[in-house]
Each structure stands twice: as structure tokens, then as C-alpha cells.
């Protein structure tokens, strides 16, 4: 497993290839470095000092025994193979203290995220194909358009939310950092601009939401407990919260245990906010990928608030 995972690390520090085209997978790749706004495939960048000593000792051991007991190390090498990842989490038993440190949380850019955010970026940071998916499992796994006192939060939202078309509710309310953005979204009902990293405490009363939904920025989390337990306060009992990512980011913007590690560790990583966080069922994952190795893959991490939480 040691050399599996060497060899997943040694396939990361390639250059991302840089492009202007817009939602053609590989191929639309923008060096957000160079101030464009489409992210880079995080698998595919010269690391830094900074990203390669903040891998996380402390998460490579506890994963390498965590999946020793699942049988993973076919997980690793095969993760882009459908429904390979969704077996992370099956059956995982969990360190008993949160197997990360203060370094995993580091980024390569530490200036304020509000300066970073302070432009409006119209763009899709996944390809059309993955967009679909996403989509598609919204409309699979959300409460039916206009349902009576359904309410829903889209945490680090923007511009569009990826919800199914014509989509309503009652209340749906999108939280990001950039005002702009939150104004053209169409889905949304009301917005809050707030900078999660800074101030991680949501300004909703408890057990408001029926559903939470935050798409492709996880990664970007420095106080990932701190959300996720707030996440947990404003959900209803048995509310669903569905957290989904691919493997394109900002990467001077992702936290350094995000950028170092790749997509079956992705899953565990989410799946850890979950657990560590308390008053969750026990995270799962989905794969949705459309087009393995053709197009972006897509990945879901999600639980629902225990109902004696």
C-alpha cells in the first residue's frame, strides 16, 4: 500500500495544463495562479514546499489504517473506477481523535479570502457532463418542487446552484462570498454573503433546514468541524446534508491535505468532517462520474442529521 500510495503522490506534481476553453474537461483547465477564473485539476500541479510538507503524517497513517481494515488497497489505485470510491466509507472505523493537524488546514495563498472572492466569476468550475450528474442526483434525492415548509440552504453558493430546472421552494437561501454572484443565482429566495473561514457560525435559527447543499468547495474549508457542526445545528432532524466535489480547485486556495491527496482520500477526508463532528448518521458516498476518465469525475459525501440530534 506504501508504494501505491507514493505512486499516487508522484502523479499529482504534474503541471496542470492550461487552456481557454470553456467546459471541455481536461482541456478547460485555467491557471487560476495567472488571476482566470476556471479552477485547476488539483491531481495536476507542480506542488509547492508548502503542499507537500502539509500532506498530514497524522491523516497518511491513520488512512493507511483505516483502509487496512476495509481490504482498500485496490481503493486507491481504481478510484476512478465506478463505485470503487463509494466502498471508502463502508464500514470504517474511525480513529478515536481527529487524525488531523493544524498544518492539513494550511494553504498555499493565506491572504484574505475576500480579496480572492471580490470579483465575480460567471463561470462553471466543473464540465457540462459532470454539472448533469450533479443535477440529476439533485433531482433524485430532493424533496419534490413546491413541498410546503421544505427549506433549503446552499452553502458557498454563487451565481447557479446546479439544482434541477424550475426547481422551488419556498425558501432557499444560498450563502457565498461574493454578492454579485449570490444576486444573479435564479434558484434563490435570499442570500448571505459571509466568509465561512473567518467567521463559521451560520446566522440561522436551529433546525431550519430540510436540506444543505454545498458543491465543489469543501476543499476550501479551514475550520471544517466548526461548519459542519454548525451545519448539523440548522438542520432539521433527518435533514439531509450532501456535500459533492471533483477534483478541480483553486489550488492556492484549497487547503493543503485537499491538494496533496487524491480522489478515494477526498471521500475520507469529507466523510471524517461528518463523523468528528458529531450528530450524523454515518457519512456515504456516491459516485456520479458521467464519463470516467473522459470527463470531470463527481463525487457525493452525504448524511442526514441524527434524529435524536
Known sequence: ??????????????????????????STCLSCV?????????????????LVVGLGAAFCSQFM???????????????????????VLKDVQWPEQFPFKEEDFQRFDESPDLLFYETPRFVTHIDDPAIAALTKYYSEV????????????????????HFPPGYKQDRIVGMGMNEEELKRNPVLTEYVVQDLNLNPKLPFEDNSFDVITNVVSVDYLTKPIEVFKEMCQVLKPGGLAIVSFS????????????????????????????????GYEPPQAVDISPNPGRSDPMYVVYSRKASTA
Open 1 to 26: 500500500m506504501a508504494n501505491l500510495y507514493r505512486l499516487t503522490l508522484q502523479q499529482r506534481h504534474r503541471l496542470p495544463p492550461v487552456s481557454t476553453g470553456v467546459s471541455s474537461g481536461y
Open 34 to 50: 495567472s488571476g482566470v477564473s476556471k479552477k485547476s485539476d488539483c491531481r495536476r500541479f507542480k506542488a509547492s514546499r508548502r
Open 65 to 87: 489504517t483505516i483502509a487496512g481494515t476495509l481490504g482498500a488497497n485496490s481503493l486507491i489505485a481504481s478510484a476512478r473506477q465506478r463505485g470503487a470510491v463509494e466502498q
Open 142 to 161: 430532493f424533496p419534490p418542487s413546491n413541498t410546503p415548509g421544505v427549506s433549503i440552504l446552499d452553502l458557498c453558493s454563487s451565481w447557479v446552484s
Open 247 to 278: 477534483n478541480r480547485c483553486f489550488w492556492t486556495k484549497a487547503i493543503s491535505i485537499w491538494t496533496s491527496t487524491g480522489d478515494a482520500d477526498h471521500v475520507m477526508i469529507v466523510g471524517a468532517y461528518f463523523h468528528y463532528a458529531g
